[in-house]
């Protein structure tokens, strides 16, 4: 009998294995080299000799260009995250970008660090990849000391209010349904920090898109991979 049983243990072991061999996001965290930080919510790391882009799981920076917010929550994260550092990386998902969204782990969850510091909102439509009491715990403790976003009473605009252009809600803190993440464009519209919308049309010249991207307008770039507005090339 006891034969028996561990025959079956070894053959739940291999089983599990098999599994894991063919879903690498099953698998333990990962370490990973820090190469840039795109923005309050996206970096770019080394792992395994690949180049990645990582989106950070759970929360919702300020855009680049909604001034004085987004390089505020872009330099932070490049504090917690100097570049050649080593992190570790909770994969969730895989983005329809090819992004990875994951917890990173440097000194301590980095993610739960940006709302800590109020540099980044909790966005809970993808809160079920992390410590969901932890995440909001500390997003109100970052809103009674009125930190970052939480500067002006009930917060700035919303991330993903002010990518579609809108002054959005203040008060509350969940994405509206079917709203998108950092890491969704729905169109080639940039949003300037005036709140006017410019198209990849209007601006005509694929140097001049560049340039824009430089000075943070994010949204220029639909797929993530630093080009802005390739159709204009």
Not at 54 to 83: F, M
Not at 137 to 156: C, D, F, K, S
Not at 192 to 208: L, N
Request: charged share 20%.
């Amino acid at each position: 009998m006891s034969g028996m049983r561990k025959a079956l243990k070894i053959l739940l072991g291999l089983a599990s294995l098999s599994l894991a061999a063919l879903d690498p996001l099953s698998q333990a965290a990962t370490a990973a080299t820090v190469l840039s930080i795109g923005d309050g919510d996206t970096i770019s790391v080394l792992e395994r000799g690949q180049k990645l882009k990582v989106r950070l799981a759970c929360i919702d920076a300020p855009e680049t260009a909604h001034s004085p917010y987004g390089l505020a929550s872009r330099n932070q994260l490049k504090a917690l995250l100097p570049l050649g550092s080593t992190v570790s990386l909770r994969v969730q998902v895989v983005d329809r970008y090819g992004r990875r969204v994951a917890e990173v782990v440097g000194k301590g969850i980095v993610n739960l660090a940006m709302v800590q510091s109020g540099q980044a909102f909790v966005y809970r439509q993808d809160l079920g990849s992390g410590d969901r009491g932890a995440y909001l715990a500390a997003e109100r403790q970052a809103q009674a000391q009125r930190l970052g976003v939480w500067a002006v009473p009930g917060g700035m605009t919303r991330p993903w209010d002010f990518r579609h252009g809108g002054a959005g809600r203040r008060s509350a803190g969940a994405a509206p349904a079917g709203a998108s993440s950092s890491a969704t464009v729905s169109s080639p519209k940039a949003v300037q920090p005036s709140g006017a919308m410019t198209t990849c049309k209007q601006i005509g010249s694929f140097a001049r898109a560049q340039e824009l991207l430089r000075q943070g307008h994010s949204y220029l770039d639909r797929n993530g991979d630093g080009v802005a507005c390739e159709g204009l090339r």
